[in-house]
């Protein structure tokens, strides 16, 4: 048994959740979400719960899917009621970000500045050497954080790149100095 796809998932107030042609479609005040439902894998809408179910609960891929599928149309519950968020920060001597219309200018000590297209479904926003990126699609808001970060990842010995806020980077020693007189 999944623990977690055996869950109902309450529907909170304001929020829509529509079963068609094996999509399950998510409308809220924060936006619409969709997504296709795995064929071994059963999603029914019932007196504001939805259910996540499958048929044969002791295959392991079955099983697996199961979970996933409830806990994806759980973050899609999230995303059009609260949304969800995360924040990139910039290391280094002369690395900076700024928006440049829709889309953010980095200047991270490459030859030239970089530009990167925001997806239409993300907001961001940058304050000094913090980005922010918001939207209510949690997989996509982690890809586009992922792709920005992976643009300069931060470096083990002086710490600079581009590191999530909450990320501990992992300091390593220098060169250690000659002995004097050798």
Do not use: C
């Not at 929020?15 to 042609?21: D, F, G």
């Not at 891929?61 to 996933?68: D, M, V």
């Not at 996509?140 to 501990?168: D, H, N």
Request: charge should be positive.
């Amino acid at each position: 048994m999944s623990r977690i796809g055996k869950k109902t998932i309450e529907i909170p107030q304001g929020v829509t959740v529509t079963i068609a042609n094996d999509v399950v479609k998510v409308q809220g005040p924060k936006g619409t979400l969709e997504r296709r439902i795995h064929p071994l894998v059963s999603v029914s809408v019932t007196d504001n719960v939805v259910a996540v179910d499958v048929v044969q609960k002791e295959e392991k891929k079955e099983r697996s899917l199961w979970g996933t599928f409830g806990a994806h149309i759980r973050n899609m519950i999230e995303g059009v009621t609260t949304g969800f968020k995360k924040e990139l920060e910039v290391n280094g001597v002369g690395y900076k970000v700024a928006m440049q219309g829709t889309d953010l200018k980095l200047d991270l000590g490459f030859s030239h500045p970089v530009i990167y297209k925001i997806p239409a479904t993300v907001q961001a926003s940058v304050e000094k050497n913090v980005m922010t990126l918001v939207s209510a699609d949690k997989e996509l808001l982690g890809a586009t954080a992922a792709e920005i970060r992976s643009i300069r990842k931060p470096e083990p010995y002086k710490g600079k790149g581009i590191k999530y806020m909450e990320e501990q980077i992992r300091r390593k020693a220098g060169k250690a100095a000659k002995a004097a007189g050798a």
